[in-house]
């Protein structure tokens, strides 16, 4: 599947952090840590463990610019 | 300025494209290509220009993941 | 590819509005209607057209719930 | 209230799952089925039951184009 | 309509700006500025126009947190 | 750190609810309460406490404004 999404970061699950309803999943993408918080749910349908493949998927508009 | 947002990667930017209110900023992280739209008047209030350093902030709320 | 975002609606490419640098997708999901801002770049590279089959993809997190 | 939203979808509540302090609340629009995550306490302040009615209230700008 | 979004910010229509298929439009709440990215569409149909009241409306998973 | 987003809005912390992984954090600025949904980890990161000065950051595209 092709995304709109203008940012699709291919890592590997680096830290998987399951909480209530929400887990937080830490993807390692070229030594850049990205972390997602997705449902629990979602942790298991896509079967995500460390170690494994991911992407991490954000869309152009979510991202805001920083400057110093 | 510290923030919540758990994605903030430092980088520089590579590209500045214009629309009528609306801004594509292209920056590059160790190699990887973060796209953020942002409003034409924050690009001039931050002077963005290619080649400056830039942080691209982002909420980890707004990651969504996928595993092929 | 599998996705973390709980909804993923598959449907039929109804309209496409260009702008300057966004465009306005609409999609039909089984008599729903779904509107999607995009990017044009994003258009062309997915090769969107009326009539053709798109998914509107949405994070629960994206999701507000409202009540008469 | 009308509301700038594109995507206001009518529909029934079909299942809520509680967290510790976020619910996935699942919505029926004509057989489709919308998962949104709010607080809790949105839960209960807008009175929300199985089988009672809800809208799912989407911007435009949250949904990402996806294409096999 | 009572909807899920923790913060619903009452206030008046300050200034509107169309942009190509994107407009900014600024609320004036208590004193404090709020600019909303909606659809031109979106301007005309809530029939939105300098001095007119307007809700600010915003999921409390879009609020990020800063500390200097 | 100067920030693309339109709306920083400086305040007070006022209310600090933790869940299993994401803390609601309230916010008051000049008498309007912000609410943000933050991961715990931030809170601690950003050393957050009832009384300490904080800033409600959020994107012009995430708000959406509503009419009644």
Known sequence: MKLSARNVLEGTVK??????T????LIDVKGITITASITN??????????????KA??????????VD
Chains 1, 2, 3, 4, 5, 6 share one sequence.
């Open 22 to 25: 929400t887990a937080h999943v």
């Open 41 to 54: 749910e979602s942790v298991d349908e896509l079967g995500l463990h460390v170690g494994g493949k991911a």
């Open 15 to 20: 830290e998987i952090k399951k909480g209530a």
């Open 57 to 66: 998927i954000i869309k152009s508009s979510e991202v805001i610019v920083g």
